[in-house]
């Protein structure tokens, strides 16, 4: 038995819904613990794309239990045509359960969410505009809807009445925009509420129940630890969790029950929306890895910004969130380089940085220290093994562990399935079983 979380060791985007995909082979149940539509995985299997935005990877797996936990948020619209669309492709959506207690975005959430940060300017912080942000603001200020709130049609009654009078208020004064119609959104959200009853449960519970009966338990993250409420790059960061820690809090389940936590990480660095990025890149190299990478957002479509693999933040992201191991991906969008730099420091005001700074106006000054290593040219896309790899690609990856102080346990060399090495088993291998007892990654390093 393995309780295992997989976090996004960048900004997002990194690739884990294939990984994700990948473990739950091995998984009874895969769990997600935080978010809302505002995250997107993107799933290819035998050539069919799928791409999930609120429902865990898990449900390609017939027989895993998939599990929305109360840490995430819920647009009931975008869900239910997920479920349609699993449901037109013959994927039967018959295991997923979803918290009574996740919260629940509204209407008034999406049109606050666009017109504040239409307001901000110069000042934007790259929001999606899917109300995810003020949906959690609701949700500390005490007044949100939950999904056993929308089971029940007189207590909703009550609760949208006050609230919707509420948001109009802001809506008409602060933003200039039409109020709600009060009894139509009440009357949208009954009939969403009937769609999703029988899934809706007691999720914390299931999940411990399954704990007991030593069943495998996957959980998914969406976006990644640099978009982390409190450890990422404030403000340019999500509203939520998405951390390693935030599995036991969007989920009810206690931090001794979880066995391993793997990362996810491009063999490059990715970001969407605003805020610094040390190691971006304009001009020829960048477009060549947007375009080879397929860089544009799963949920909005936007083009993401590119830049040479960052290791202080692969670093911290292995301390905030206790990583045992890591998955490296899309190795193959860098096959056609001469040379490849990494980011193995900063230097801010002249001085050297080993450390990722809490300050986004300090990270805005780091400027990266490089070092360059040869490419290697060749395709990696049909590689099965380490052996099968070049040898300047297996030395880039022995530099990324060695880097980061955590071994490597999957390369991805695609989007498929099988365009993976699976160096290690990250499941049921022992807790810290890749590791040198010195410390030092070695497995990679020896292969």
């Not at 990194?14 to 935080?34: C, F, P, W």
């Not at 969790?241 to 793997?262: E, F």
């Not at 998955?327 to 980011?343: P, R």
């Not at 499941?427 to 020896?446: A, D, F, N, Q, Y």
Request: hydrophobic letters at 35%; one cysteine or more; aromatic letters at 6%.
């Amino acid at each position: 038995m393995a309780n295992v979380i997989v976090i996004g060791a960048q900004w997002g985007d990194e690739g884990k819904g294939k990984i994700t995909d990948l473990l739950s082979r091995s998984a009874n149940v895969v769990v997600r613990y935080q978010g809302g539509v505002n995250a997107g995985h993107t799933i290819v299997v035998n050539n069919q794309t799928f791409i999930l935005h609120l429902i865990p990877s898990g449900i390609l797996y017939p027989d895993t239990e998939c599990i929305i936990g109360c840490g995430t948020v819920i647009d009931p619209q975008i869900l239910i045509e997920e479920l349609d669309q699993l449901e037109k492709l013959n994927i039967s959506t018959r295991n997923l359960l979803i918290s009574e207690t996740a919260h629940v975005t509204m209407p008034y959430h999406r049109l606050i969410d666009s017109a504040s940060e239409e307001r901000r300017g110069n000042q934007k912080i790259g929001t999606t505009g899917r109300g995810i942000g003020p949906t959690y603001a609701d949700k500390s200020e005490r007044i949100g809807i939950r999904m056993l709130d929308l089971m029940d049609p007189i207590g909703l009654r009550e609760q949208l009445e006050w609230t919707i009078n509420y948001k109009n208020v802001i809506l008409e004064k602060l933003y200039n925009l039409p109020p709600l119609n009060t009894q139509e959104v009440i009357e949208q959200y009954l009939g969403y509420a009937e769609r999703l009853r029988p899934y809706v449960v007691d999720t914390s519970l299931k999940i411990y129940d399954a704990v007991l009966r030593r069943r495998n338990i996957l959980f998914e993250g969406a976006q990644g630890t640099l978009l982390d409420l409190d450890h990422g790059t404030y403000p340019y960061v999500t509203s939520s969790n998405p951390v390693a820690g935030g599995a036991c809090v969007g989920t009810g389940l206690g931090p001794t029950m979880i066995d391993r936590v793997i990362g996810v990480s491009k063999a490059y660095t990715t970001r969407v929306g605003e805020g610094p990025f040390p190691t971006e890149l304009d001009g020829k190299v960048g477009e060549l890895l947007c375009d080879r990478g397929a860089e544009f957002g799963t949920t909005t479509g936007r083009k993401r910004r590119c830049g040479w693999f960052d290791a202080v933040i692969g670093r911290y992201a292995a301390r905030i969130n206790g990583m045992d191991c890591v998955a490296i991906t899309k190795l193959d969008v860098l096959d056609e380089l001469e040379e490849i730099k990494v980011c193995v420091a900063y230097e801010i005001d002249g001085e050297r940085c080993d450390n990722f700074p809490s300050s986004a106006r300090q990270f805005a000054r780091c400027r990266p220290i490089y070092k360059t290593m040869p490419g290697w040219q060749v395709s990696t896309s049909d590689c099965r093994t380490l052996e099968d790899l070049p040898v300047a690609a297996l030395d880039y990856l022995k530099f990324l562990a060695e880097l980061i102080q955590v071994p490597i346990a999957i390369v991805s060399l695609g989007a498929s399935r099988d365009q993976t090495i699976i160096v290690e088993d990250p499941i049921h291998g022992p807790k810290r079983g890749l590791l040198h007892p010195s410390g030092t990654p070695t497995t990679l390093l020896s292969a």
